[in-house]
């Protein structure tokens, strides 16, 4: 049997004396409650007492598109993954073939984030301690699946386990919250918020946005059939998402544009929507207007406004058709804030109670354009790197390019962003890792002493995310 | 008391290889003259034998936007700082309360290049071995103040003092350059250059391009009512600084466009210009025009011909309409060197006589673009990195995107790009340990040997300076 | 005499834990054989066993781009160096003359991967153990002199001394591959293959292409009058080079561009360009199209296709009339792939069948684009960095911003891509130890086992190579 290598020195640099200084910080943070402002966990986990996760394959690989995405890219078919088909075609019903498949596989995962979460995963949550290869496969499925099935692995015992202060969902504008009421009325201790998360009624692009409108109009109890009434609206979900413990919004565009427009424009282009006549042009101004909108309102109620930009949704149409959205098919685009961005900061930039907190999938706006605006706007933080930059590259990218111009105090600390409950500490671990060793390497060059150090530390694996957040 | 930490080693790396090596590298030119070839420090210090610097507050961060913009970002109204407002506004008039403010809030700066620069200048100039924090503020401003009041701190001491061999400052066409004359006449031995800033008479969208026309006129004593008289007025204006001393010229642009506007063309866009009736479109190609007259007029009297591209000014209007002009809100956008430096260096790329010195902030365009440029294009130069870019990653990312395939001489040296005069020693020793450590890594790497490790850090701590702008 | 300085450990980290899992790693591929799947050695080379390389200047200064480029960049005219002039005016004829002057030169290229490549190609190849300068110029001169005349030293025996298992080149579509042919019958046992790269009978834009167009008439035997004889007489090329041995096909574009053109469209671009009055327009539209019919025509034969984009050819014209195509002034330009693509992938891009090798001369398509891309499509793979960014800090850059996300397996190890032939050693040796060294960093930061990292350097050295052109 080849041992599971898990260093305890693992991402820190080889350089004795900044490793020694990385692994003094780490240890200051290591054992920290996790802050988890941003991610996609589901909150049924947490609603229902006796939740259970499934079989190793149904918890690790089905729902996870940063695996399968990197299996499929060499040819192996969805649905040999056993991820399941829109028109419910035959897909792998055994689970443990699947298991086989991808740890004969796990080669590809070499150097790979989703390769290092997943061993700091089995090791530390299931206690594993042989390499994933192909002649370990079963063992390990027994190993892991002898640890669902112990009723000390539950979501909510996980909670504790894990340490987890907080942990936010997302949800749509529509959503009527239940699990999140049911997580309330159990009693349980756990601190579960839900995010506002208005996109699908927001984006006129979107299949479904009459549908959702109507959705919209439901649960506000507001017919919604004109703009003033879709801002009512709004405002009433936001509301209510506030009174169940939210703490922030969270948005996604294309780009970052950004536009005011006129109440007779704006009228115009929801009417042409309600119709079903809208164009590609306003869906775009109008996605930019509501972020204006969400902007006030966010300095309103003191929800801090979260905008992730860039990505090109389901670039595989193929794949999109079969299986539908979120299967590993997003691609980055090319992104512009300092002029998309112009006519909301100029409304409302200056206004500190506004924490609006940008993601970006264009690396190259972090040092030309996103630290600049956050080293200038009162209104503006970064959040940490995203999606395909949430690595171990991605954040040595992100501390080098960002932070001499930004400053720390302008970035949002960590979010993990993830559906997949079980990987969260190795990901905040990963984080505080990546964070000390940075960190020790400006100590190491003589740019901050250990006093400020060690409070940059702190900043970074806990601080920063409830300050930026306000939880 | 928190000893201020500077440490002699500070900026290298860790590995004690390359460390070793870079401190020998450091050592071969920690001492030589400082050559500062652009920035924008007032003539006015050295032109009045009794210039006084004013409060700690006033010499150290009213006037420095790299400081204030950082505070600013973090809610802090520019007001609290002392910063003057244009309506005369009251603003805080205690410099001592606003030194107090600074520095509990300095924990802002780890690990930004302000922060090092400060450091660095408040142990070498002003002999401070306190860390500033709340609690040392009032005791350092004492430091500074009695230093400030001390006959050896005025700017032309400092001169001798901070080894400095030659200082160009920045001066706009219509600038009689009467300090530099007062200078001259002073018979002290300084040597501080003029450099021909035309943008204010170029730009036709900025606000006071007509006066300046006017101002132009008068001090040309040629009347600017066509373009050829306002070519030759500008030819005379360069003539003048030339024979002030002027080494250079400097423009900046937000695009790095350049054509060549048939004589009708160029002389109906200038008379709408006259008139006040210019379009932005006219006022674009108008600059990109300019920049090929100037290049053909650099080829002919010799000046070095800069180009600042990208800075998207006063991006926050409410800062800008209370405090005006250079207020941190300067944010850089996306720019493209290929197809529109074509027209000119397609004119002019080829002649040795001209040396154009290329500043970007959009470092996507160093190994892209502009490294391939000048890597071809005799009359191309790279200037150092600039504004967010002048810091440690910043360097770093520049000698390791640009060097390889631009080659160390098609490159500028260091300048200080400065108006915080007693900041200078800082800057040019950053530039210097950060080029150190990197050519000890390529030593250490077994990339150069020793001998030409040697030649290169002189190179880029002085000679190439000089080369660049023929000093 | 001063020493050539080629140590050992070349291109390692100078941490010593990182340095010598480096060695290690670097040991156990230094001697396997080098696998050249793209490239443009001249086949004559190996047709003619009595191949002569000429003077040292003829064989290593004149033909090189890399090199002179370099040097014109510093005011060298082309004529000093010996580069033939269209117009047959003279140039230097002086070949000891040309070599002085670079040898008194050789310092502009301290740091460059050229000067690299050749020191190391003058140790290895040319037993030269003084370090080219003035002074040695004419020392060194006589020593490769005194090799190239030797009997060992010719393309054939190099091929075996360099230790080459295949070769391939770049061959026109209407080559005969008579050069190849004639190897075969030699009876050689040599492995060089063509290439198909049809850009010449493809890019309408290109001077010639009428004249392209007959000859592959000629060629093809299909009298090339509309579109579809057009395609036919690209097939039947496609299916001649493959008899040939041909591996795979080679694409330049400007952009990314892919579009499906209707059958009636394509044929209305073909009849203008036939008579001469195509646009650019029409040309872009049908380079896109004729990727997708490549594209097709891959699955169909199995041969990989290489797309090159994003250089803007012969940037400076004064060159071009006066030395001709690629004389140094290749610039690249900002490149697109997410969208420009989005028309082929969704055709093709889930077809395993296909093996579409990509390279960029924009960087930031690497993380943005190109990885996550390639981390999806089966028939994506990212070829090695091109060009400007084949050095050693431009390999850095590709480890670290695609490996993450594409995975190591969704790239296509290593090639060479030089005219130069006695640098092929020199290049694998640096792509080698580069990997060596990014590995070693992995394993030295806990990311991968030694088991692991064995398993990488063997990929990124010979097999990822041999798999994406299935050689």
């Known amino acids: ?122 090791y530390t949550v299931f206690g594993v301690e042989e390499k994933l290869t192909g002649e370990s496969a079963q063992d390990i499925y027994d190993q892991i699946a002898a640890k669902l099935a112990s009723p000390d692995f539950n979501p909510r015992k996980l909670y504790e386990q894990f340490n987890i202060e907080v942990l936010c969902t997302t949800d749509a504008a529509t959503d009527p919250l239940e699990h999140h009421q049911a997580i309330r009325n159990s009693g349980w201790g756990g601190r579960i918020l839900p995010t506002f998360r208005p996109d699908a009624v927001v984006n006129m692009d979107m299949p479904g946005w009459r549908d959702n409108i109507n959705a919209l109009s439901k649960i506000s109890r507001i017919d919604v059939t004109n703009y003033q009434r879709y801002i009512q609206a709004i405002e009433n979900r936001r509301a209510f998402f506030k009174t169940m413990g939210a703490a922030a919004t969270d ?52 929800l801090a406004m979260q905008l992730h930009v860039g990505s090109y949704r389901n670039h595989n149409p193929l794949i999109f058709e079969r299986f539908g959205l979120d299967k590993g098919a997003d691609i980055p685009l090319q992104s512009e804030f300092t002029r998309n961005l112009h006519p909301l900061l100029n409304k409302y930039g200056n206004d500190p109670r506004l924490n609006l907190i940008l993601f970006t999938l264009d690396e190259t706006t972090y040092s030309r354009e996103l630290a600049p605006l956050a080293g200038h706007y009162p209104a503006l933080k970064l959040g940490p790197p995203w999606w395909f930059f949430d690595s171990l590259e991605g954040m040595k990218r992100y ?63 806990y601080r920063l995310a409830k300050k930026a957040y306000r939880l």
């Open 399 to 461: 501390y080098t390019q960002v932070m001499e111009t930004a400053g720390l105090h302008n970035t949002a600390g960590f979010n993990d962003d993830t559906r997949a409950y079980p990987s969260i500490p190795a990901r905040h671990d990963l984080w505080r890792r990546a964070s000390a060793n940075w960190i020790a390497g400006l100590a190491a060059q003589g740019i901050v002493d250990m006093e400020d150090a060690e409070e940059m530390i702190i900043d970074m694996a």
């Open 251 to 302: 948005h996604a565009a294309l780009t970052a544009y950004t536009e005011d427009l006129s109440p007779q424009e704006v009228e115009a282009i929801f009417q042409r929507a309600l119709k079903g006549v809208a164009s590609a042009e306003d869906a775009n101004r109008f996605t930019g207007n509501m972020l204006m909108e969400n902007a006030r309102m966010s300095i309103e109620d003191g």
């Open 1 to 122: 049997m080849t041992p599971l290598h898990l260093s305890e020195d693992r991402y820190f640099d080889p350089t004795p004396k900044q490793k020694e200084i990385a692994k003094h910080l780490y240890s200051r943070v290591a054992t920290l409650p996790l802050v988890c402002p941003h991610g996609h966990v589901d909150p049924r986990l947490f609603a229902d007492p006796d939740y259970s996760f499934g079989s190793p394959t149904d918890l690790l690989l089905i729902p996870d598109h940063y695996i399968f995405r990197m299996l499929y890219s060499q040819g192996i078919p969805l649905e040999k993954l056993g991820v399941p088909r829109r028109d419910e075609g035959a897909v792998e019903p055994d689970h443990r073939a699947i298991w086989q498949l991808f740890a004969e596989n796990f080669y590809l995962f070499r150097g790979a984030p989703t390769g290092m979460w997943l061993r700091d995963e089995l």
